[in-house]
């Protein structure tokens, strides 16, 4: 049974949104409830970060714990185009020396139950294995949360403040119906893992890798993880990949040979895992929040996850809306003014990234080919691969690029 009917905040999803959130409202000496429906540790897609997550992971005290779990250091990010042609990689310490340039490929089960064990030392009360069944929004704060208890049983606890963290179930969302899809990025993953495949070691540092096939009709990420595992994914719109293809590992294998530079590194190496799915798409809330609730992480939204964001997003609104959410209970007014303050330099930030997932994805544009027009753009482009949107100018490379596509856009009309 959950200790007491009362919280000041509940939060729904201990994913990092959730656990970032509960971390650190917590410690600001709230009462908080921290829930989640699966069994921890827990299997998670997501495994390449970005470099900005550091100052989260800063202020809740677990950077050498990330060091210490021996997790394989991220240090940049390659570009491999249709043609098999691969870009020089953004190393991120080229453009800043600092520790915080430098970034993990994380085990997911490992890393979230890290977060899920900070929020607890934090003083969050955690249950897994607690489902949620019902969100009862009231005219007004206590609001009602009805839980489906491990062994059967249920119980109905309130609180001043809801924060959805369920993550693309979006469960208040889909509720309210203010879930909005992307047209443009309905796209579907299909995804294994392998043990002994190529990797990018010696002297030249790990790096997430993102290769094109020849049709760019879909792309493969590549990322180098702990234990000499690899984890390998294909990207590409949900009906090309999983309408009329077959079994999903037999769509892998058909891509794959559309993309040799996937196939010289995993040649000789060994699978060690199913072939897992997922629908990955893109969209947006219209509302964000109201009096005494709030959204955090995907059930915020969800981009896509060919530039790794999820987690960064996730692990920044969930610091966010926590102090916003700290400094509303502390005067005594969860109101949706006081709760949702954030979401307006969020949301700028989310289109910075949003803006390069649209050029990725434009056929005719090229990483490597506009980086030789405009070598200028180097430091701006590799801070936004770093994560760096909530600060300076990010959209100063849009200015080029841009309209570098559509002319390109143009000239393969004619």
Same mark, same amino acid.
């Given at each position: 049974?959950?200790?007491?009917?009362? @919280?000041?905040?509940?939060?729904?999803? /201990?994913?990092?949104?959730?656990?970032?959130?509960?971390? #650190?409202?917590?410690?600001?000496?709230?009462?908080?409830?921290?829930?989640?429906?699966?069994?921890?540790?827990?299997?998670?897609?997501?495994?390449?970060?970005?470099?900005?997550?550091?100052?989260?992971?800063?202020?809740?005290?677990?950077?050498?714990? #990330?060091?210490?779990?021996?997790?394989?250091?991220? *240090?940049?990010?390659?570009?491999?185009?249709?043609?098999?042609?691969?870009?020089?990689?953004?190393?991120?310490?080229?453009?800043?020396?600092?520790?915080?340039?430098?970034?993990?490929?994380?085990?997911?089960?490992?890393?979230?139950?890290?977060? @899920?064990?900070?929020?607890?030392?934090?003083?969050?009360?955690?249950?897994?294995?607690?489902?949620?069944?019902?969100?009862?929004?009231? =005219?007004?704060?206590?609001? *009602?949360?009805?839980?489906?208890?491990?062994?059967?049983?249920?119980?109905?606890?309130?609180?001043?403040?809801?924060? =959805?963290?369920?993550?693309?179930?979006?469960?208040?969302?889909?509720? &309210?119906?203010?879930?909005?899809?992307?047209?443009?990025?309905?796209?579907?993953?299909?995804?294994?893992?392998?043990?002994?495949?190529?990797?990018?070691?010696?002297?030249?540092?790990?790096?997430?890798?993102? &290769?094109?096939?020849?049709?760019? $009709?879909?792309?493969?990420?590549?990322?180098?993880?702990?234990?000499?595992?690899?984890?390998?994914?294909?990207?590409?719109?949900?009906?090309?990949?999983?309408?009329?293809?077959?079994?999903?590992?037999?769509?892998?294998?058909?891509?794959?040979?559309?993309?040799?530079?996937?196939?010289?590194?995993?040649?000789?190496?060994?699978?060690?895992?199913?072939?897992?799915? /997922?629908?990955?798409?893109?969209?947006?809330?219209? +509302?964000?929040?109201?009096?005494?609730?709030?959204?955090?992480?995907?059930? @915020?939204?969800?981009?896509?996850?060919? @530039?790794?964001?999820?987690?960064?997003?996730? &692990?920044?609104?969930?610091?966010?809306?926590? $102090?916003?959410?700290?400094?509303?209970?502390?005067?005594?007014?969860?109101?949706?003014?006081? #709760? $949702?303050?954030?979401?307006?330099?969020?949301?700028?930030?989310?289109?910075?990234?949003?803006?390069?997932?649209?050029?990725?994805?434009?056929?005719?544009?090229?990483?490597?080919?506009?980086?030789?027009?405009?070598?200028?753009?180097?430091?701006?482009?590799?801070? #936004? &691969?770093?994560?760096?949107?909530?600060?300076? *100018?990010?959209? +100063?490379?849009?200015?080029?690029?841009?309209?570098?596509?559509?002319?390109?856009?143009?000239?393969?009309?004619?």
């Amino acid at each position: 049974m959950i200790a007491s009917s009362f @919280y000041d905040c509940i939060v729904v999803g /201990a994913g990092p949104a959730g656990c970032t959130t509960a971390a #650190l409202v917590a410690e600001r000496g709230f009462r908080t409830l921290l829930v989640e429906r699966d069994k921890m540790p827990r299997f998670h897609v997501g495994e390449s970060l970005m470099p900005e997550t550091y100052w989260t992971f800063k202020r809740l005290g677990i950077l050498e714990e #990330l060091d210490r779990y021996g997790f394989a250091k991220k *240090n940049g990010v390659q570009f491999v185009s249709h043609d098999d042609k691969e870009t020089k990689p953004f190393i991120f310490q080229e453009m800043d020396e600092r520790d915080c340039s430098v970034t993990w490929h994380v085990d997911r089960n490992k890393f979230d139950q890290l977060l @899920y064990e900070t929020a607890e030392k934090r003083g969050a009360h955690c249950h897994d294995e607690t489902r949620v069944t019902d969100i009862q929004l009231k =005219d007004k704060p206590p609001h *009602n949360v009805t839980l489906a208890l491990p062994g059967g049983k249920t119980q109905t606890v309130s609180a001043q403040v809801v924060v =959805d963290a369920t993550g693309q179930q979006s469960f208040l969302a889909n509720r &309210l119906g203010v879930k909005d899809i992307n047209p443009d990025l309905k796209k579907a993953a299909i995804w294994t893992y392998y043990k002994g495949a190529k990797r990018n070691g010696g002297q030249k540092p790990e790096v997430t890798c993102i &290769l094109n096939t020849n049709t760019k $009709d879909a792309w493969f990420w590549y990322i180098p993880m702990s234990n000499d595992r690899v984890s390998v994914g294909l990207v590409g719109d949900n009906d090309y990949l999983l309408k009329g293809r077959g079994k999903p590992e037999d769509t892998f294998a058909e891509e794959m040979t559309k993309c040799p530079g996937v196939g010289r590194r995993v040649a000789g190496a060994e699978r060690v895992d199913r072939f897992h799915v /997922a629908k990955e798409f893109s969209y947006t809330t219209r +509302q964000h929040s109201g009096d005494g609730w709030i959204m955090v992480g995907d059930a @915020y939204g969800f981009i896509d996850p060919v @530039y790794s964001s999820g987690v960064f997003l996730a &692990l920044k609104s969930g610091e966010m809306a926590a $102090d916003a959410i700290a400094d509303a209970l502390r005067r005594n007014d969860v109101s949706q003014e006081n #709760l $949702d303050y954030w979401t307006y330099e969020y949301d700028n930030a989310i289109e910075s990234i949003r803006r390069l997932v649209h050029a990725f994805y434009a056929k005719e544009f090229s990483f490597g080919n506009f980086m030789k027009e405009h070598p200028e753009h180097k430091a701006n482009l590799t801070n #936004l &691969l770093i994560g760096r949107v909530f600060e300076g *100018n990010p959209d +100063q490379i849009f200015e080029d690029m841009e309209p570098w596509i559509a002319k390109a856009k143009e000239m393969a009309k004619n």
